[in-house]
Every structure is written in C-alpha cells, then in structure tokens.
C-alpha cells in the first residue's frame, strides 16, 4: 500500500495559465475524491469518481475547473485561465465502497497564482 | 443534506492535561463521523471513525471520541496532551445510504504549552 499519491507537490503559474494537477489513488480503491482547502479553513468537497463516472460536482467547480479518471485508476484536475483566488491546496483522497467509507488523503498539491 | 459544525476555532492546553475538540453535525439520516489530523503543509491523516455499533470508538495516538446520537455529538478527547499533538483536527461526516462525499467541519487548531 503506497498511499495516495499527488503530482506536482507544488506549483507557481501566473494568472491566465493552465495548470494541471495528477492523482494516484491507492490500488483497488474505486473512489476518488478531489478537495480544495485554503488556509484556516477545512478542506471543501469538489468533485468525486466512482471507477471513470463522475458521480457528483460541487458548485465550487466553476467551468474553469475539469477532472477526468479516463480509466478509473488515476485522475487529473485541470484548471483553466488561472486566477488569484484559485490559490489554494488542492487535495486528492481515494475510498473503496467494498471495504468501507475511510477516505484516505494525499500530502495535496499547492497552487500559487501569482 | 448533512453539515458540520466545530466549537471552538482555536483550543489551548497545557502538557498533560485533557483535550476536547467538540464537533456537532446536522444530518436526516444516520451519519458515519470521521475525525481527521493535518500537520503544517501534510495531507489529512484519520484519527477514527464511528461508523455503526460501538458509540465509543478509540484511534491512534490515545485519541477517543463518543458518538451521542441525542446531542448530534461526536467530540474528540484525549486524556493527556502532549507537544506532538498540537496540529488541526477536522470533524467529517459522511450520509453512506444517500451516496453523499466527505463534509468537514472548518477545522479546530489544538496549541499544546509546557
């Protein structure tokens, strides 16, 4: 068991780039959660994958925001046109419905726009 | 839908007296409750979980917490504190008969003195 596994541990882009995030559940596990947290405050929910199918997204994810899990092993977070406010840890977890509901977190990717 | 609520934004203690991080939910059907360790700039690591039977349920690093279904509770204790405890703790909840993703609370950030 190697844990969740997220690349790039941090990022500095500037406003108006793209930036993509990788996340590497742990094997077996079928769901996949992405969170954004920002400091002081507990992570928010995004989006969540259950093998390929995206079964939920939050309101949080604005357009410029997409997740994939084309093979329903690891995942991508994209964001596009970057903005200040997107600046914030960005936090992949993975679960297996078969072997109960514990979610287990990556170390999370930081995002600075400057 | 469900929500989490943590009492107490900061908590003080001194070496070796008790910890009590409180964390209250709101949810119409049976919850599993989750409570959630960050050190600085890491990833989330679980402390314990209820998810049915026992309302007492014990974790790792001597952490307990109770689930009182009467009083929507489910607050963190730990008999004596010690410097490495001092971190944030997240409450979560999850509705696992409505297929929802992991709520966290705003977080409550535990400062540990000698």
């Known amino acids: 068991d190697t844990g969740v596994s997220q690349d790039p541990r941090h990022k500095i882009t500037k406003r108006g780039q793209n930036v993509t995030f990788r996340c590497d559940p742990i094997?077996?596990?079928?769901?996949l959660y992405w969170y954004r947290q920002t400091l002081g405050q507990g992570p928010e929910f995004l989006t969540y994958?259950?093998?390929?199918?995206?079964?939920?997204k939050s309101r949080l994810l604005s357009d410029r925001f997409s997740a994939e899990r084309p093979k329903g092993s690891f995942s991508t977070l994209e964001i596009q046109r970057t903005e200040q406010g997107d600046s914030a840890m960005y936090l992949c977890?993975?679960?297996?419905?078969?072997?109960?509901?514990?979610?287990?977190f990556g170390e999370g990717s930081w995002l600075t726009v400057v | 839908a469900q929500s989490v609520t943590q009492l107490g934004s900061h908590v003080s203690v001194s070496e070796g007296a008790l910890v009590l991080l409180r964390c209250n939910y709101s949810?119409?059907?049976?919850?599993?409750l989750f409570w959630y360790v960050q050190y600085p700039n890491q990833g989330l690591q679980l402390l314990l979980k209820?998810?049915?039977?026992?309302?007492l349920v014990k974790g790792i690093n001597g952490f307990e917490a109770e689930f009182k279904k009467s009083e929507t509770s489910f607050h963190l204790t730990k008999p004596s504190a010690h410097m490495s405890d001092a971190a944030e703790y997240f409450c979560?909840?999850?509705?696992?008969?409505?297929?929802?993703?992991?709520?966290f609370g705003k977080g409550t950030t535990l400062s540990v003195s000698s």
């Open positions: 949810s119409s059907v049976p919850p599993y």
């Open positions: 209820y998810t049915t039977g026992a309302t």
């Open positions: 977890a993975s679960s297996s419905v078969s072997l109960g509901y514990t979610i287990y």
């Open positions: 979560a909840v999850i509705l696992p008969k409505a297929g929802t993703a992991l709520i």
């Open positions: 094997s077996e596990h079928n769901r």
């Open positions: 994958f259950q093998n390929e199918a995206q079964l939920e």
